[in-house]
């Protein structure tokens, strides 16, 4: 069966460090893959996103995701974490000839950010 | 910014009352989405949209219905509102690369 797993649900991380979110998905084929950020009392934003080509691909705010296929993996770095960076984030895989165009969320993941 | 609104943005209603949430968007996307989103559960769809008239269900469809009229709203509908439909409700648009961009979210309180 499909599957997205995000095995942190908290990741707490002191301001200034990096930062790494694990994102692991069960697919047939290689799928697109995105990653999304939710401030707290907002919407979905999407950060980045990989179709092919390139396994590092860069996104808004300094955040940067590699996908590694080996490992059926898109985990979402960043080297310096700031606390504007507390936030929900999930990720999310789509098939590339689907015909519904559904994503399969993550569970998500809370990044919290220490002074 | 997807140019999608959803309203309204938050609603207190009573046990068995029937609500209706309203998405719309300005960017003629044919995909649209209702999702819940509830701690510890992530998002999960409820219904989508693949064109006018056209809908279907998602993992969660119980209690809900959904109409589309036009190209741009997309109408949720809670028929008998129970306490466990209390949630936050998103409507997303989908572009042709499953991208997905959401609206800003209702907050609904079924008490």
């Known amino acids: 069966a499909q599957s997205v797993t995000q095995p942190d649900i908290h990741i707490t991380v002191s301001e200034g460090a990096s930062l790494e979110l694990r994102c692991n998905y069960s697919?047939?084929?290689?799928?697109?893959l995105f990653w999304y950020v939710q401030s707290p009392g907002q919407g979905l934003q999407l950060l980045l996103k990989y179709f092919s080509g390139d396994t590092l691909v860069q996104g808004i705010k300094g955040f940067e995701a590699e996908f590694k296929r080996s490992q059926s993996s898109f985990n979402l770095r960043k080297p310096s974490v700031h606390w504007s960076d507390a936030a929900e984030y999930f990720c999310a895989v789509g098939s590339p000839s689907g015909s519904n165009y559904q994503l399969i969320w993550g569970a998500g993941t809370k990044l919290i950010i220490k002074p | 910014d997807a140019g999608i609104t959803q309203s309204p943005r938050h609603k207190v209603t009573e046990t068995g009352t029937p609500v209706t949430l309203r998405c719309h968007q300005t960017e003629n996307h044919r995909y649209m989405y209702w999702y819940r989103q509830d701690p510890g559960h992530g998002l999960r769809l409820i219904h989508y949209s693949y064109g006018v008239k056209d809908t279907d269900k998602g993992e969660v469809s119980d209690g809900y219905s959904v109409s589309r009229s036009k190209t741009e709203d997309f109408l949720l509908t809670l028929e008998s509102a129970t306490s466990s439909q209390t949630s936050v409700y998103f409507c997303a648009i989908s572009t042709s690369t499953n991208e997905q961009f959401f609206g800003p979210g209702t907050r609904l309180t079924v008490l």
């Open positions: 697919y047939g084929a290689t799928p697109y």
